[in-house]
């Protein structure tokens, strides 16, 4: 079996939900935050925290291709580093990054759980890189299966971490 | 010479600010500019730090009341827009540093 592990974080198929059909943004972290915890990535406070950041600090974020949230929190809520990622059948409202009052039409949420602080650099440049590449982000909004979405950001991960 | 500082700002945690210091410091090397000093600090933090800057880069709101030069953070994250913020930051840069060397 292929690992899902990169050197620091882990991406599984187990962590990616595809074109799900949610209604707000509380659910969709709920159920990112469940999928994490239930398979032993991040402590039970974990959800809850990242739904008290996202009302005062806000992820939305407005990419060329789509909106793209990125909720997270402290590191201590965290036990294993991973990134829970959905896709939306239909968009999900959620708040501007660094501007509260705006909103965003959000059709990919990557849910980032990081233990330790010394891995954030390492982990973003990997990952939250894919917000600004058009291409990536079309891949993901046309990937039907968990598998596939796995495989865009390995290829990716692979890409940036050549450089 | 004396450096330029620049704080990059994030809402709660310093997760997003490190990124975009990261990025910053890529552009402005890219741009042959090497006098900066950069770092990335909580948005709880930036009251008692600022002082020792001279402009800020966030992707938090600014609460903080301040004369500073103030751009935000989002344009390195986005990369929408990206171009011209590193242009404008340029341009402050090179301003700061004219007022330092004639102080």
């Known amino acids: ?163 | 010479m004396k450096k330029v500082n620049i704080i990059v700002v994030c809402g709660s945690g310093v997760a997003m600010a490190m990124h975009a210091a990261y990025k910053l410091r890529e552009h402005l090397e890219n741009e042959k500019i090497y006098d900066v000093f950069i770092e990335g600090t909580g948005n709880n933090n930036l009251a008692a730090c600022i002082d020792a800057y001279d402009m800020v880069v966030s992707n938090a709101e600014v609460t903080v009341k301040t004369d500073k030069p103030i751009f935000s953070a989002i344009p390195l994250i986005t990369g929408v827009g990206e171009e011209e913020l590193v242009k404008e930051i340029v341009a402050k840069v090179k301003e700061i540093r004219e007022k330092n060397n004639n102080s």
């Open chain 1, 1 to 163: 079996m292929q690992s899902n592990k990169f050197d620091t974080f882990t991406i599984s198929e187990s962590l990616i939900l595809v074109n799900e059909e949610i209604e707000t943004k509380e659910k969709i972290i709920k159920k990112l935050g469940a999928l994490l915890f239930e398979q032993g990535f991040v402590k039970g406070s974990f959800t809850q925290a990242v739904l008290d950041r996202e009302v005062v600090y806000p992820t939305g974020l407005k990419a060329r291709v789509t909106g793209v949230a990125v909720p997270h929190t402290d590191t201590e809520h965290v036990k294993k580093s991973a990134v829970a990622i959905a896709t939306l059948k239909n968009p999900i409202i959620f708040n501007g990054m660094g501007a509260p009052k705006t909103e965003v039409s959000v059709f990919i949420v990557m849910m980032l759980a990081i233990h330790d602080q010394k891995l954030v650099i390492d982990i973003l440049r990997k990952v939250i890189l894919i917000i600004e590449k058009d291409e990536v982000l079309k891949e993901i909004l046309a990937a039907n299966e968990p598998q596939t979405i796995k495989e865009i950001m390995q290829k990716h991960i692979k890409l940036v971490s050549k450089k």
